[in-house]
């Protein structure tokens, strides 16, 4: 199957140059974002219908008409050492009955790697009457190539029409395989399949690996229940990579996204028109690479939701460790509540690594003086532990061992995470100064429960 490499269809009107009714203003418009360039400095525009410019017709293309001079376009440079090959091609057209072929033609060049511009081998030359012709030109090899394109139109009823340049190879693309993705390289590592009402779904991958991957060689599916393919939705046809140790989200609007949730790491995403459909209670992820071959597969359940939750809308499931299984249901549990039940394009809140054996809390500082001054006004208290599955119970206690504040009540926690005491009461009064505990106790539905206690203080005066 033919790979385009680079076209030229010429859909943007009125880039290029023309001339107005004085007779002496010229009017340009030469956007350097088509990635092309266009030289007129031999031509000549006396009225405001001589011009050298893209025009809607037929869709789109570029025409001459009475420059009375040769114009020269330009294409941007083309990357092409990726591929062998190569071919071009291109229409060239005439209008009107105008046949002097040294001031109506069009002639098509390419230059290779900065060497000296050649003649396309088909009709690179066209003048006079020629009516319609296709220039091609086959089989070049190099780093860089780029189209030349040298026309005049010197009749004020005759236009030269460029339109359709098309660079391709039927030579598959040599791709260095460090930039290709093997199993073991990308993993899902979280989902949300119910969102919010006028939320979206997304997909959340990340890349374990030390390589830069290209995204167009990788592709979601998902599976209808005979295991037949449903969906298959190709991440990019561009040349994008995935950065290593990084995450991307994939949804299909990352406004959406963002309406509900926050992010360190806007450009973490990337939206996909035709994101494969994700029901609300069950159904399956597949990441592919090419030929098919499967680089990780989810099949999730609301079931694997944490068991308190209440009420699923809106929560992204979280893989819990990259060393665990995909399919493991115990891998994979409910965002937690303090980073408002989603992670998107970054470190999962529910994460753990076979290393991550800590269970402890911190508090910062351990003196705080909550009155608004803007120096240390609350106390954070962090947490870690080994185990994801954990619920959450926080309480305050004055120095006389009396409950002040229930800060937090059956809450997931996660791997980690922390919570803000303003030093208020449970009424929303101020403490007094003194010294208080911070009393954590969390447990998972197995019966597992650990304690914690560590002291602080207020030490400020309260206005």
């Not at 990726?82 to 060239?92: F, Q, R, T, V």
């Not at 937090?408 to 005491?421: K, L, V």
Request: aromatic share 10%; hydrophobic share 35%; net charge negative.
């Amino acid at each position: 199957m033919s790979k385009v490499i680079w076209e030229e269809n010429f859909n943007q009107p009125d880039l290029g140059v023309w001339g107005d009714a004085d007779g002496e203003s010229i009017h340009s418009n030469l956007d350097p974002n088509v990635g092309w360039s266009l030289n007129y400095s031999d031509c000549q525009f006396t009225a405001e219908n001589d011009y050298v410019k893209t025009v809607t017709t037929s869709g789109g293309r570029f025409e001459a008409l009475d420059c009375d001079g040769e114009a020269i376009w330009t294409s941007a440079w083309i990357m092409t050492s990726k591929y062998s090959d190569i071919h071009c091609e291109l229409i060239a057209k005439e209008t009107g009955s105008g046949k002097n072929p040294a001031s109506k033609y069009l002639k098509a060049y390419y230059q290779i790697d900065q060497q000296e511009e050649q003649l396309f081998e088909t009709n690179g030359v066209n003048e006079g009457n020629w009516g319609e012709a296709l220039a091609s030109q086959s089989k070049l090899e190099g780093d860089s190539l780029r189209i030349i394109i040298r026309l005049n139109s010197s009749y004020a009823s005759d236009k030269v029409i460029l339109d359709a340049i098309r660079i391709w190879t039927d030579q598959p693309e040599q791709i260095d395989p460090n930039q290709l993705a093997i199993a073991g390289d990308l993993f899902i590592n979280e989902v949300l399949f119910n969102p919010y009402p006028d939320g979206v779904d997304f997909i959340e991958l990340y890349n374990q690996s030390d390589k830069m991957i290209r995204l167009d060689h990788l592709f979601l599916a998902n599976k209808n229940d005979d295991g037949s393919y449903k969906t298959i939705v190709q991440l990019t046809t561009q040349e994008d990579y995935f950065p290593p140790k990084s995450f991307l989200v994939l949804s299909e609007s990352q406004e959406q996204v963002l309406a509900f949730y926050s992010t360190p790491c806007p450009d973490c995403f990337l939206n996909l028109p035709d994101l494969p459909a994700m029901n609300n209670d069950e159904g399956n992820v597949v990441l592919m690479a090419d030929s098919l071959k499967t680089l990780d597969e989810l099949y999730y359940s609301e079931k694997m939701h944490h068991p308190l939750l209440v009420d699923e809308e809106g929560v992204s499931l979280e893989r819990i460790s990259l060393e665990q299984a995909s399919n493991d249901p115990s891998n994979w549990t409910s965002a937690s509540p303090a980073v408002h039940f989603a992670t998107p394009g970054y470190a999962n809140s529910m994460s753990r690594t076979e290393s991550h054996q800590t269970n402890s809390i911190t508090l910062e500082p351990k003196s705080f003086s909550p009155n608004d001054d803007g120096y240390n006004d609350y106390l954070t208290i962090s947490y870690e532990f080994e185990n994801p599955h954990y619920v959450a119970n926080l309480k305050i206690f004055d120095s006389h061992g009396r409950p002040i504040n229930d800060l937090i009540q059956n809450e997931p926690a996660g791997s980690q995470g922390e919570w803000i005491w303003n030093g208020e009461l449970q009424n929303g009064s101020k403490s007094p100064l003194g010294i208080y505990i911070v009393w954590l106790e969390v447990h998972d539905q197995n019966g597992n429960i650990r304690q914690f206690k560590e002291a602080c203080s207020i030490t400020d005066r309260l206005e």
